[in-house]
């Protein structure tokens, strides 16, 4: 698989890379069948083991501008980890997250869903969706971007569970309260179908860019305490940060959080808790806010 090769070379070879300070890229890893990309940065004087952090660039990104437009670099020189940087395959920079090679474990796909859960440790996410969401022929789904593919917790978990019965790592989610690309919706969502997750940010006001918190990511990745030429750092966070909401607020009779609140053809509820208004997207949907 593309990621465990991508790991074990690094792992093996991570002394060779002579440009320290540097983002280099590498292209010897191994089988990768979708043509992805891959750039590392290793400090000057890495952490003894030094973790590995893979920083995966957003939509329309790609690797460099996410190696200069974040802060993982930095704190890689303050706390010795080496940083891998994939680049999409694509023309548009854009990751698969929709067709069953990505989807389905194992099936040489080029994106989170046949990586995430048996490699890594932690992991975080930034104005994301749920696994599947955006399972489908196209590479954009509507409806799962307006945060209308709502499933009960068990349906969300048995739908992952179907497709990787594995370990899973811990898991925590960012998103902005103010998003209109990917609706707000899709945190909750996440958040029923990562029913053992302990760390979840909602940003209040913030559209879909949610800012990088490359910091408190080290904390939650237990590596804050790390330094150069240290040891492995301490055991991580057991426990949720303090305020972090675990559910959304609950909504007046017939009100709605985040949902649907009119459209065309749309009998649902009409009505918003306190503090959110009914914002028409287009004539077919309407969304508190």
């Given at each position: 698989?593309?990621?465990?090769?991508?790991?074990?070379?690094?792992?093996?070879?991570?002394?060779?890379?002579?440009?320290?300070?540097?983002?280099?890229?590498?292209?010897?890893?191994?089988?990768?069948?979708?043509?992805?990309?891959?750039?590392?940065?290793?400090?000057?004087?890495?952490?003894?083991?030094?973790?590995?952090?893979?920083?995966?660039?957003?939509?329309?990104?790609?690797?460099?501008?996410?190696?200069?437009?974040?802060?993982?670099?930095?704190?890689?020189?303050?706390?010795?980890?080496?940083?891998?940087?994939?680049?999409?395959?694509?023309?548009?920079?854009?990751?698969?997250?929709?067709?069953?090679?990505?989807?389905t474990h194992n099936?040489?796909?080029?994106?989170?869903?046949?990586?995430?859960?048996?490699?890594?440790?932690?992991?975080?996410?930034?104005?994301?969706?749920?696994?599947?969401?955006?399972?489908?022929?196209?590479?954009?789904?509507?409806?799962?971007?307006?945060?209308?593919?709502?499933?009960?917790?068990?349906?969300?978990?048995?739908?992952?569970?179907?497709?990787?019965?594995?370990?899973?790592?811990?898991?925590?989610?960012?998103?902005?309260?103010?998003?209109?690309?990917?609706?707000?919706?899709?945190?909750?969502?996440?958040?029923?179908?990562?029913?053992?997750?302990?760390?979840?940010?909602?940003?209040?006001?913030?559209?879909?860019?949610?800012?990088?918190?490359?910091?408190?990511?080290?904390?939650?990745?237990?590596?804050?305490?790390?330094?150069?030429?240290?040891?492995?750092p301490s055991s991580?966070?057991?426990?949720?940060?303090?305020?972090?909401?675990?559910?959304?607020?609950?909504?007046?009779?017939?009100?709605?959080?985040?949902?649907?609140?009119?459209?065309?053809?749309?009998?649902?509820?009409?009505?918003?808790?306190?503090?959110?208004?009914?914002?028409?997207?287009?004539?077919?949907?309407?969304?508190?806010?």
């Amino acid at each position: 698989m593309l990621f465990n090769s991508l790991l074990t070379v690094l792992s093996s070879a991570v002394g060779a890379f002579s440009a320290a300070g540097q983002l280099v890229q590498v292209t010897n890893f191994g089988d990768k069948p979708t043509g992805v990309g891959m750039f590392v940065y290793k400090p000057a004087q890495p952490a003894n083991p030094s973790p590995l952090i893979i920083a995966m660039h957003y939509c329309s990104g790609t690797a460099q501008a996410y190696f200069t437009g974040t802060q993982h670099a930095n704190l890689a020189d303050t706390h010795g980890f080496i940083v891998i940087y994939p680049n999409a395959p694509t023309a548009g920079g854009c990751w698969d997250v929709h067709t069953n090679a990505t989807l389905t474990h194992n099936a040489g796909g080029d994106s989170l869903g046949n990586c995430l859960t048996n490699v890594f440790a932690p992991g975080s996410a930034f104005s994301g969706v749920p696994y599947g969401c955006f399972e489908g022929p196209d590479t954009w789904n509507t409806q799962c971007a307006l945060g209308e593919l709502i499933m009960t917790p068990q349906q969300a978990m048995s739908f992952a569970v179907d497709r990787y019965a594995g370990v899973r790592p811990k898991f925590q989610c960012w998103h902005g309260t103010a998003d209109t690309t990917l609706y707000p919706q899709n945190f909750w969502e996440d958040i029923k179908q990562w029913t053992n997750v302990i760390g979840a940010i909602l940003a209040q006001c913030v559209g879909h860019t949610v800012p990088e918190q490359a910091n408190d990511v080290l904390t939650w990745f237990s590596l804050s305490d790390l330094t150069p030429g240290g040891g492995a750092p301490s055991s991580g966070p057991t426990t949720a940060p303090t305020g972090v909401p675990t559910s959304p607020p609950s909504p007046p009779a017939g009100g709605t959080v985040w949902g649907q609140c009119g459209g065309l053809d749309y009998t649902g509820p009409t009505v918003c808790v306190t503090g959110f208004s009914c914002v028409a997207a287009n004539a077919y949907h309407s969304q508190c806010l």
